[in-house]
């Protein structure tokens, strides 16, 4: 063998695996490229993204508008602490109300107890009275509900 000839294989080898590494080089930078492409954005992507951005500041609110609906809840608040007391003073009103009623109540139905307990004790005396006017007539005495003959 020629001491060339081993060396000019050498070359070629070395020739054949630089080729080989720039044919992968390129392949990786073109597959690079093409990652980089994915991820980039056209200008009509932007236009979209610039038209929804725009539509979701629409949307928020300011921290005015939060300050705001925090000093309208705020009175309502208030508003419900006042009116929670006046019902409150309202039903107490209606309590002692209907406390006075019920002893009012009271005192006329003691009243009428010892009006009707009167009446009764006057009805009982005057049955007796006229049972005792009327003993010896039996006709007169069925008339107060009893039949003694």
């Known amino acids: 063998m020629d001491p060339q000839k081993p060396n000019d294989r050498d070359k070629l080898?070395?020739?054949i695996a630089?080729?080989?590494?720039?044919?992968?080089?390129?392949m990786?930078?073109?597959?690079?490229?093409?990652?980089?492409?994915?991820?980039?954005?056209?200008?009509?992507d932007l236009a979209i993204m610039r038209d929804q951005m725009a539509a979701m500041r629409d949307q928020m609110a300011t921290r005015q508008d939060l300050e705001g609906?925090?000093?309208n809840l705020e009175r309502t608040r208030q508003d419900l602490e006042r009116l929670e007391r006046k019902v409150d003073a309202g039903f107490v009103a209606v309590r002692g109300d209907i406390e006075?009623?019920?002893?009012?109540?009271?005192?006329?139905?003691r009243s009428v107890s010892l009006r009707n307990s009167t009446l009764q004790a006057d009805v009982s005396r005057i049955r007796s009275?006229?049972?005792l006017l009327v003993k010896d007539?039996?006709?007169?005495?069925?008339?107060?509900?009893?039949d003694t003959a």
């Open 13 to 15: 080898i070395e020739f």
């Open 18 to 26: 630089a080729t080989v590494e720039s044919m992968r080089d390129q």
């Open 28 to 44: 990786a930078t073109r597959q690079e490229l093409a990652s980089m492409r994915d991820q980039m954005t056209t200008k009509q």
């Open 69 to 71: 609906t925090r000093q």
């Open 100 to 109: 006075r009623v019920a002893v009012r109540m009271d005192v006329l139905d």
């Open 129 to 131: 009275v006229v049972y």
């Open 137 to 146: 007539q039996p006709e007169l005495v069925r008339l107060l509900g009893s």
